[in-house]
């Protein structure tokens, strides 16, 4: 992974990174035409190179940082709308954990509902660097459809078919760090920036301040940007859509953890 970023954090990536050819140059198409690319909305900054090499001595066994702690126990509960229909999604933070070539990941599960069913339940697997950068390496997913059916498109892990990881959250977001947040070419390829930060966000269960604010995007649904807020001490509190179909969720309800 190359950042776009400032030196130091240039410099406490470079050993988790091997050069080699990669992405290819059209790894930004669309889902409905693969022979044209879309137009990029951030960056990663590795010019379709992106091969990195995650070294299992450098990842510690907690997730901690400020801005996305996964500690057993921690449980969030957000409610919103998607296509028109309200959902309400119950994150929590399981015991279990998981290894993935050789990391021991965090297991957190995602619960998604609409019309009082299951829409989604989804086992998100996460790991810390010794720098503080989350790392995100995979996940399980299961979407229930309407007619009884179920779907696992967008299930991943890191190194199965060619599948790699990337960061969710860095150790010290900084206005411009833009950077891949998974890679598993044509199913999961979101990549996100620091637009803001020191923000403060006022939701209905309170205001929070140092917030730091993201834009998240994915070539593979093009039409859609997507803003993210994240409190200290707490995690994600709101995102909305700011291009594409208007869609939202907000924190309301954030037990204190363990």
């Not at 409190?231 to 309301?252: D, K, M, N, R, W």
Request: proline fraction near 7%.
């Amino acid at each position: 992974m190359t950042w776009t970023v400032r030196p130091g954090v240039a410099a406490a990536m470079a050993a988790l990174i091997l050069s080699a050819a990669g992405c290819g140059a059209d790894n930004a198409s669309t889902a409905t035409d693969a022979n044209t690319p879309a137009e990029p909305v951030i960056d990663p900054g590795d010019g379709g190179d992106y091969q990195p090499d995650l070294d299992p001595a450098n990842f510690v066994g907690v997730v901690d940082n400020p801005y996305l702690s996964f500690k057993p126990g921690m449980r969030w509960v957000y409610e919103g709308e998607s296509e028109g229909e309200a959902e309400r999604t119950e994150v929590v933070v399981t015991t279990e954990r998981r290894d993935i070539q050789g990391i021991s990941a965090t297991v957190v599960r995602d619960t998604v509902s609409a019309a009082g069913r299951v829409a989604e339940d989804t086992y998100d697997w996460y790991a810390q660097d010794k720098d503080g950068n989350v790392w995100y390496l995979g996940e399980d997913t299961t979407a229930y459809k309407e007619d009884g059916t179920t779907s696992k498109e967008g299930s991943w892990e890191y190194g199965v078919d060619g599948a790699l990881p990337g960061i969710v959250m860095p150790a010290n977001p900084t206005v411009g760090d833009s950077y891949r947040q998974e890679y598993y070419q044509g199913h999961a390829e979101d990549v996100a920036e620091v637009v803001k930060v020191g923000e403060t966000k006022k939701i209905d269960i309170g205001e929070y301040t140092a917030v730091v604010v993201t834009e998240d995007w994915n070539p593979l649904d093009p039409e859609i940007i997507e803003n993210k807020y994240f409190a200290p001490g707490v995690g994600l509190i709101f995102a909305e859509h700011t291009a594409g179909p208007a869609e939202s969720e907000e924190l309301v309800a954030f037990p204190p953890g363990p």
